[in-house]
Each structure stands twice: as structure tokens, then as C-alpha cells.
């Protein structure tokens, strides 16, 4: 979307607003070979960053690593000390490539060592004894790691653990395995005093054609985030365009103002009535 000078002024003070909020922030590494040679797509960061928005946090990025222990420590340790709260995922495992506890001990200079819990469940799960076992390899954790079976909420915890250190938390790269994970212990993690409010429009024009009316909103409204997204070859949509920001009654009014403006024959629907997550 090309904005003026003027408009992208207001951008940057939003985020100067942001900013001095002091919102809570979060940053997701993507672990895996497979995800940066195109075998596998990556659909965890998008359910991520999706999930940890509604908890009033602020994803701030998202990066993609290969099954390298130096890289994956130096991004952990890049992470953990810009962001909040870290998530990882992928990397966890029984095999040569899942080397998450290896990066994530190298990265906080600590150990790996066998955790008494987890060697039991591993034990029974695999049905081994020995303790060099390649299931056995997701006992060895770092030494001050900690482990979350569940939150409050949940009545039933998991079978294997949310394993953390500090600010950062390592889940699974199955996309199954991972939803299920984050949803049981989420609560525990990502805690916001604030929270993001939105609302959508979808629209029949292109970008071009409203190009000044997004500039007129964003000059006026200098608390919220105007997202405009075009969609080619489409049949419902051209643009979706999202209003945003920390406080409810600033994102209605200058919602109410876009409605407003836009011709109303070129407005196709409010709110997510139409499905475009992907």
C-alpha cells in the first residue's frame, strides 16, 4: 500500500505509541531443514503468532532455522534477550536432526543433563531400560530447564511435558502434537494487561482507488493500525482492509469513519465472514 509522507509519519508514531505502552513481546523461531528446503510448509507460525495475539502479546518476529546447534543457539540467545517470551518449535525428538535441548543448552551455557522425570516417561513409552536408547534422547534437557504438564485450566495434562528455560519455550514441530501442547499451557506463559482489538472490511475496489481514504483515517486516527491486504483473482474481495489498536472504542470509531467513506455499493462484508486465513 503507498502511503504519503504525512501518513507514514503517523505509522511511525504508532509504533512509538506501541512502544511506550510497554506491550508485552514475543518472538517465534521455526526449527528444521525441512522448512527452509520446501519439503514441509510451515503452518506453525502462523497458528502461533495468531494464538499468542489473542493473548494481548505482540509477536515482533518470526525466523526460520536449520537443524544446526551453533544457529539455533545464537538465534535463541538473540531472541531471549530482545523479546519477552520465546517460542521455538520443531526440533524435538528421537533422531540426529532434533537438536532444540542441544541448542537451547548451548545458548544458556548450561549443560544437558538426564531428567529423572522425563527418563520415566521415556522408559515407558519407548519400552527401554537403556538409558542410550534413541528415544532416551528427549530426557537430556538443560540443566535448569523446567517442565509444564498443564495450566490451571486444563484437568488433563500431557503426556510429555512443555519443556522451558527462562523466557524460552520449546515445542514440537507436528503441527498436531504443537496445537495441542500451546493450547494446554498457554495460559501459564502469555499474560497481557492489554489487549488488540480489530475489525475487518472487505471491499471491490483496488488498492489505488482507495489509496486516500486509508491515508485520510490514518492521519486522523494516530492510536490505530490501518492494514490494507489485495487480493488478485478473487471473486468475493479485491482489498481487506483492518482497523486496529489497544482500545476498543478508538478501533470502532475509526472503523465507523472508513464505513463511512467507502462507497457503500463497493463494501462486500464486515468482520470475517469471509474465511482468508490462508
Do not use: W
Not at 6 to 34: C, H, M, P, W, Y
Not at 63 to 89: I, K, Y
Not at 208 to 227: H, T
Not at 238 to 265: G, H, Q
Amino acid at each position: 500500500m503507498a502511503l504519503s509522507k504525512n501518513a507514514l509519519s503517523k505509522l511511525l508514531s504508532k509504533q512509538q505509541f506501541i512502544t511506550k505502552r510497554n506491550i508485552v513481546t514475543a518472538g517465534i523461531i521455526i526449527i528444521g531443514d525441512e522448512v527452509l528446503r520446501g519439503h514441509t510448509k510451515d503452518t506453525n507460525s502462523h497458528f502461533l503468532a495468531k494464538e499468542i495475539r489473542k493473548t494481548g502479546v505482540l509477536v515482533k518476529k518470526i525466523s526460520v532455522v536449520g537443524d544446526t546447534v551453533p544457529e539455533v543457539a545464537a538465534e535463541v540467545r538473540l531472541f531471549s534477550t530482545t523479546f519477552h517470551h520465546v517460542v521455538t518449535s520443531g526440533g524435538i525428538g528421537p533422531t540426529h536432526d532434533d537438536i532444540t535441548y542441544e541448542a537451547v543448552a548451548l545458548a544458556f551455557n548450561q549443560p544437558l543433563v538426564l531428567n529423572e522425570t522425563l527418563k520415566e516417561i521415556c522408559q515407558k513409552f519407548y519400552k527401554t531400560k537403556d538409558n542410550e536408547a534413541p528415544g532416551m534422547k528427549m530426557a537430556y534437557i538443560p540443566q535448569q530447564a523446567k517442565l509444564l504438564f498443564r495450566h490451571d485450566d486444563f484437568q488433563e495434562p500431557m503426556l510429555y511435558p512443555n519443556v522451558s528455560v527462562q523466557n524460552v519455550y520449546m515445542f514440537p514441530g507436528i503441527p498436531e502434537l504443537l496445537r495441542k501442547s500451546f493450547n494446554c499451557v498457554k495460559g501459564a506463559y502469555f499474560k497481557s494487561p492489554e489487549r488488540f482489538y480489530t475489525k475487518r472490511l472487505y471491499v471491490n475496489l483496488p488498492e489505488s482507488q482507495i489509496v486516500r481514504i486509508l491515508d485520510k483515517i490514518v492521519r486522523e486516527n494516530p492510536d490505530v493500525q490501518v492494514g490494507s491486504y489485495p487480493k488478485l483473482f478473487n471473486e468475493q474481495y479485491k482489498v481487506k482492509l483492518t482497523i486496529e489498536s489497544l482500545n476498543e472504542k478508538n478501533t470502532k470509531m475509526a472503523f465507523d469513519k472508513l464505513v463511512a467513506l467507502l462507497p457503500k455499493e463497493h463494501i462486500v462484508c464486515e468482520d470475517d465472514v469471509i474465511n482468508d486465513d490462508l
